[in-house]
């Protein structure tokens, strides 16, 4: 069994997703437990594979037997394992979350594990057309979850997911019909060196590059094309938001970089200098434009949201630059962004929950009422910030120095004053929920936290828990980005040179 | 909101009815012969399961949608669609319990000679069963419109 660790984590959850289907016939609350035993498993196979991976370098896994690379291959180095990680770490903890929070029925907790088995087939696959399969089932299960609001704002929030979402998919299918003419193949390391046999300057390549690179970063919401993103993370509920908002962008973002450095590769950055320009100048573009948007917004999760197009458009550029330490830096803060941002989407909930807040305006004075929630809400604004010893403060100073190091100089310019911008609108909201008075009455909680149908405005230890957790993690997350380091050195070489 | 509340929706016609009814038999084998065809020559349980579906539609326009509804249960529908993946996932795992990779087909061949080729159409049948339950699935849900949902929410 261990030799099938990276095809057993996405067919677990594929089989996991049968059951509440099923079971919904005879009762319509076994959700909850089959996604919360399957998601156990899949965390247990997630540390044998890391367990794998650390003590054997990279794992790959040919699915059917054929012979590579026609067949099916799934590979599993570092960056992919830390993205593993992340996607049975956080699923759990959603889970934890959405014991409580809801939505209780068990459609709910098919399509949860269906999008869990998404994300993890984008990030074991080492086939580009697989991906693009993976992509779909994520982004169908996410449209999904999306409309599993009740109000009918949750509706078209999802539909305008659903078009510009299909839109993006499209265009990376698109994408990989020029590449597969370009080269007769789809596997990814093949690819690597037919890309290069076919001449990194002809159309074909070039045009795969630009429609592969769009697609997904539709997927990641950079800025002209992350218009479905703020209506889906603040129209869903609490859960869904936390788990789309920390797993599914970055996920995505995980594959550009996997198609920069494993398919198109580094060599194919410096010998196109405006395919790197343009990424750069995307992501920087993205990094203002999200902080900018997200300063002038009042609702707490549409600013949130907007945070995460800023942050991943610094994610996206620290891949650009390429250098090792940049990309360290992007991967880093990958990882914390999703951590931060998901305990962020989780503490507004909770924050609404008791205190009926959703606005800056309404977040004042709130931090006396709900204190562990509007605690580590503020840890983890601050950590987003960059303030150290927190994790975003790691990820964006290895992004720095590599920046520096590369001589890009705009992108340096950039992230300065992301980062001033960034504290712009967390430290609005720490001042309100810590030195301000409160705006909203204690009763007033009570009507306005009528409006849950669905979990009521009670909030139990496991939704306190994550929360605090999440706040935790994103400091302690610091101490391992030697490990980080040192595993993606050891897996990564041809990658980082 | 129930048929009687709005009369002229579904019309009896005897014509309609008896075209579907010789029709239906053919269109369901068609399905079938699509998807039997996955493994060597175009075809497969994605398209072969659309017209498995369509089968159920067109019994709905001609009987209309509520009696449709009630005679096809519930639990068929859902056991299409799980069955579908648990034969996928089951073929997949069998051949990694025999000592091969997922889904190495030619694991079966001791036991079956032909294993290869009836390994591609039993998947390409789940797939049928899954595209087909989900195809029948929606098709209900949109007929039965807001007014249902708004009644699952009221639960």
């Known amino acids: 069994m261990i030799d099938h660790l990276p095809v057993l984590l996405v067919v677990v959850p594929v089989l996991g997703a049968t059951v509440p289907l099923v079971a919904s016939l005879y009762t319509d609350r076994a959700g909850w437990g089959v996604a919360a035993a399957t998601m156990l498993v899949h965390a247990v196979l997630a540390a044998l594979l890391a367990q794998q991976v650390r003590t054997g370098g990279v794992v790959s896994y040919a699915v059917g037997g054929f012979a590579l690379p026609y067949g099916i291959e799934l590979v599993v180095d570092g960056l992919s394992l830390a993205v593993v990680a992340l996607v049975s770490a956080i699923s759990l903890g959603v889970l934890a979350y959405a014991g409580q929070a809801g939505p209780h029925e068990n459609s709910f907790y098919s399509q949860f594990l269906l999008l869990v088995a998404g994300l993890t087939g984008m990030t074991v696959t080492g086939d580009v057309f697989n991906l693009y399969v993976f992509l779909e089932i994520t982004g169908l299960a996410a449209y999904g979850l999306v409309a599993s609001g009740r109000e009918a704002s949750a509706a078209v929030a999802a539909l305008k997911y659903l078009i510009i979402g299909t839109v993006g998919a499209s265009l990376y299918l698109l994408g990989v019909g020029y590449a597969l003419a370009a080269t007769g193949t789809l596997n990814m390391a093949d690819l690597s060196t037919k890309l290069a046999a076919a001449g990194y300057d002809s159309t074909l390549v070039l045009t795969a590059f630009g429609l592969m690179v769009g697609g997904l970063s539709v997927k990641v919401a950079l800025f002209p094309l992350h218009t479905w993103q703020p209506d889906a993370y603040a129209h869903s509920p609490d ?9 599914v962008s970055t996920v995505s973002a995980y594959a550009l970089a996997r198609l920069l450095f494993s398919v198109f590769t580094v060599e194919f950055l ?40 800023s942050q991943l458009g610094l994610v996206i550029a620290g891949f650009a630059v390429a250098t090792p330490i940049a990309v360290l830096g992007a991967t880093v803060h990958l990882v914390g962004h999703a951590v931060m941002k998901g305990g962020l989407f989780a503490a507004s909930g909770i924050i609404e929950r008791e205190t009926g807040a959703t606005t ?35 990820g964006k100073w290895y992004i720095l ?16 004053l992301s980062t001033l911008l960034t504290l712009a609108y967390f430290a609005r909201l720490g001042e309100r929920l810590y030195f301000a008075e409160a705006t909203i ?10 409006e849950h149908t669905d979990g009521g405005t009670t909030v139990s230890t496991g939704m306190l828990a994550v929360v605090v957790l999440a706040a935790v993690l994103a400091v302690a997350l610091t101490a391992a980005v030697p490990a980080l380091e040192q595993l993606l050195t050891d897996t990564l070489p041809p990658l980082l040179q | 909101m129930s048929a009687d509340e709005r009369p002229g929706l579904y019309v009896e016609s005897t014509i309609i009815m008896t075209t579907v009814r010789v029709v239906a038999p053919f269109v369901l084998t068609f399905a079938l012969f699509i998807m039997f065809h996955g493994a060597d020559s175009p075809g497969g349980g994605f398209q072969g399961g659309v017209i498995a579906g369509s089968v159920v539609m067109m019994l709905a326009f001609a009987f209309g949608i509520d ?19 648990l034969v996928f996932v089951g073929i997949g795992l069998g051949t990694m ?45 949109l007929a039965a419109g807001f007014g249902h949902a708004a009644r699952e929410a009221e639960r």
Do not use: C, H
């Not at chain 1, 410096?270 to 609702?299: D, E, F, H, K, Y």
């Open chain 2, 67 to 85: 009696s449709t509804r009630q005679w096809l249960d519930v639990r068929v529908v859902a056991a299409l669609a799980s069955g579908g993946v």
């Open chain 1, 360 to 394: 800056v305006g309404g977040y004042a004075g709130m931090g006396s009422r709900t204190p562990l929630a509007a605690g580590s809400f503020a840890v983890l604004a601050l950590g987003m910030v960059g303030v150290p010893p927190a994790i975003g403060f790691v």
């Open chain 2, 97 to 141: 319990a025999l000592g091969g990779q997922f889904l190495q087909y030619n694991e079966y061949l001791p036991y079956y000679s032909k294993a290869s080729k009836y390994g591609i159409e039993l998947v390409e049948l789940g797939i049928g069963g899954i595209v087909a339950s989900v195809a029948i699935g929606l098709f209900f849900l």
């Open chain 1, 239 to 247: 859960s869904v938001s936390a788990f789309i908002s920390a797993l």
């Open chain 1, 401 to 416: 120095v590599g920046a520096i190091e590369a001589g890009l100089w705009p992108v340096v310019a950039v992230l300065l």
């Open chain 1, 441 to 450: 009455r204690d009763e007033g909680a009570v009507a306005d936290g009528g």
């Open chain 1, 270 to 309: 410096t010998a196109v200098p405006a395919a790197r320009w343009a990424l750069v100048a995307v992501a920087s573009v993205s990094i203002v434009a999200g902080s900018a948007l997200a300063v002038s917004q009042s609702n707490v999760q549409r600013m949130l949201a907007y945070s995460s197009v």
